[in-house]
């Protein structure tokens, strides 16, 4: 019986040292796991911060040479402005020495002659068309920053009831100069659509990464020649609204159609794309607890429809 009660006691001690053990290698193990999950938290936010860089470097070539543009009308129209103004006021001199009474006909043909030399009719016309340019460039010029400070929304980080055609309308000016330049030919078939629950620069985000890629898609096809064009479609239902981004690109093979919102899948060159494009969409809209499919036939082009809630069922960030 005593060496019963002394073996049971050396168990209960192995017992007790092992659990000690266990445990000390739990939280061990459960450490590791914590920091191996927050190095790939880190790693996804870095290769998404990769991503919204190389679509900020996009953008930012676009909306310098769309800035470029209009800023250089202003600056060629300021320097003949300037001279005719400086012609009016000559004549206007002229009046004023006219209107002090000396030398009355002398200065009066030389104000005749002056009006011939300078043509004063052309020169108040030419005034009126370089004062419209200038308005035309600053108007377009203040468009594009307004464009982009839609774009960018600096409160993205909460909830707030917002315009999805005002989110799709700043994107496409920020990528005009891209769209020109393809040729490409904007169709929108808006409905009338209410204020949703978003977080708007997220969203502005995912249609910067589809109109990016049906550009590319377009691009890439060898027939360049036909017209080309990216239809955006909206509709509303009870609950959700629904965004219909077609393309008439080279098209999407079926093979590929189950893996496109994956991350790093691509069928670009090395160096064209991380991959995470669609699949940064696909987490935001999932994140807006909304869905997003494709459709597409090889040759013909590519649907993408979303479908968001108009109300969120979240409400923190």
């Known amino acids: 019986a005593d060496r019963i009660n002394i073996l049971k006691k050396e168990n209960e001690r192995i017992i007790k040292e092992q659990n000690i ?37 996009q953008l930012t070539a676009g909306i310098s040479h769309e800035i470029n543009n209009p800023i250089n009308f ?24 006219l209107r002090d009474g000396k030398d009355f006909e002398t200065n009066q043909q030389k104000l005749i002659d002056l009006r011939k030399k ?25 468009e594009i920053i307004k464009g982009l400070k839609n774009f960018a929304r600096a409160d993205e980080t909460d909830i707030k009831k917002a315009s999805v055609h005002e989110g799709i309308d700043a994107t496409l000016s920020l990528l005009n100069s891209n769209i020109q330049t393809k040729k490409i030919q904007i169709i929108k078939k808006y409905g009338q659509l209410p204020l949703i629950d978003c ?30 064009n990216i239809t955006i479609e909206t509709t ?69 429809i979303i479908t968001l809630p108009i109300q969120l069922n979240k409400k923190e960030n």
Do not use: C, W
């Open 199 to 228: 977080y708007p620069g997220k969203l502005n985000q995912v249609f910067m990464n589809l109109f990016n890629n049906s550009i590319q898609a377009i691009n890439s096809q060898n027939d360049l020649e036909k017209q080309q």
């Open 21 to 57: 053990i266990l445990e000390q290698k739990v939280v061990e193990r459960t450490a590791e796991l914590e920091t191996t999950n927050k190095n790939l938290k880190e790693a996804e936010s870095n290769l998404i911060n990769a991503e919204k860089m190389a679509s900020l470097g």
């Open 236 to 304: 509303a239902q009870e609950k959700n609204i629904i965004i219909t981004i077609s393309d008439t690109g080279k098209g999407i093979p079926k093979t590929n159609l189950s893996k496109i919102f994956e991350p790093f899948f691509t069928t670009k060159g090395v160096g064209e794309g991380t991959g995470l494009g669609l699949s940064i969409v696909y987490g935001i809209i999932k994140f807006h607890e909304g869905d997003v499919k494709v459709e597409s036939e090889e040759g013909l082009g590519s649907s993408f």
């Open 118 to 142: 300078l043509d004063i009719d052309y020169l108040t016309e030419e005034i009126n068309l370089l004062l419209q340019g200038i308005d035309e460039g600053a108007n377009r010029t203040a």
């Open 74 to 97: 202003v600056v060629s129209n300021v320097k003949p402005l300037k001279r005719d103004v400086q012609e009016i006021l000559l004549i206007l001199s002229k009046y004023l020495e």
